[in-house]
Nanobody, 118 residues
Framework: QVYLVESGGGVVQAGGSLRLTCAAP???????????MAWYRQTPGNQRELVAS???????LYADSVRGRFTISRDNSNKRVRLQMNSLNGDDTAVYYC?????????WGQGPQVTISE
């Protein structure tokens, strides 16, 4: 199991920015660098959807709804992944979950709330 600790979240005005951080303090560098890290989000009544991911090689993937506004980055030395969210709108309001993937096995962070005020 990969233990993930998320920080950030909160309330931000529409058009503003927010940065989420996910850390794996119990994971050593060599293991963390081999994980696919991702951010998902979920709203009531909806499925948890992929927002962005980054592979061990540094390749990134974004949902169409966030491409150009969100940026995922990883810092393997500090065992950390971040999601920079810009130009936020009401559709971005959700619980955001950090995820670590190991050959199809997925571990989750605690999922803090992000709320965009109109």
């Amino acid at each position: 199991q990969v233990y993930l600790v998320e920080s950030g979240g909160g309330v931000v005005q529409a058009g503003g920015s927010l940065r989420l951080t996910c850390a794996a303090p119990r994971t050593i560098f060599s293991v963390f660098s081999g994980l696919t890290m991702a951010w998902y989000r979920q709203t009531p009544g909806n499925q948890r959807e992929l927002v962005a991911s980054t592979s061990p090689g540094g390749n990134t993937l974004y949902a169409d709804s966030v491409r150009g506004r969100f940026t995922i980055s990883r810092d393997n030395s500090n065992k950390r992944v971040r999601l920079q969210m810009n130009s936020l709108n009401g559709d971005d309001t959700a619980v955001y979950y950090c995820a670590a993937d190991r050959g199809g096995n997925r571990n989750w962070g605690q999922g803090p709330q992000v709320t965009i005020s109109e």
